[in-house]
């Protein structure tokens, strides 16, 4: 197991996250219950690149009728954002948040690796209630951004 991965071990141990050690990918999983929904979120490592990410992701699919509206609204969410950004696969709808970063010579500091997962599901939480709105209704894309944004 890469030293990366024990670091998030470690971290979800002392914030007390439920979590899954996947040996093969390298990966951590755990689940976290933010105000306007339930996320599936994940470390993942790339130890031969020094690499980390960290995912949360929705816990819906978009439907593929609502992909490209939901295109639009990650685009726009995305334009301005300092740490992190949407992701959306095309192919099967699966909408999350990835914030990545290069750990070549960093110390994996408890403050550092909450920082990334916080700041993850923090900001899909946020933006929920928008994507459902696109998701589920004919609220445009610029629109439910706007909201969110206070613009």
């Known amino acids: 197991m890469s030293q990366i991965i024990e670091a998030c071990v470690a971290f979800f141990e002392t914030d007390e996250w439920p979590h899954e050690r996947i040996e093969e990918l390298p990966m951590v999983r755990s689940r976290y219950a933010g105000r306007n929904g339930n996320y599936d979120c994940w470390f993942q490592a790339r130890p031969a690149e020094q690499q980390m990410m960290f995912y949360s992701r929705a816990p819906i699919n978009a439907g593929p009728e609502k992909r490209a509206a939901l295109a639009e609204f990650f ?6 954002m300092v740490i992190g950004n949407f992701e959306l696969d095309m192919n099967d709808g699966e909408m999350r948040y990835k914030v990545s970063v290069d ?20 900001t899909l939480d946020r933006y929920l209630p928008g994507i459902m709105k696109v998701a589920y209704s004919d609220v445009e894309p610029a629109a439910a951004v706007g909201e969110i944004e206070g613009a």
């Open 103 to 122: 750990v070549e010579g960093i110390e994996l500091t408890h403050t550092f690796l909450k920082n990334l997962a916080y700041t993850a599901v923090v």
């Open 75 to 80: 685009t726009r969410a995305n334009y301005g």
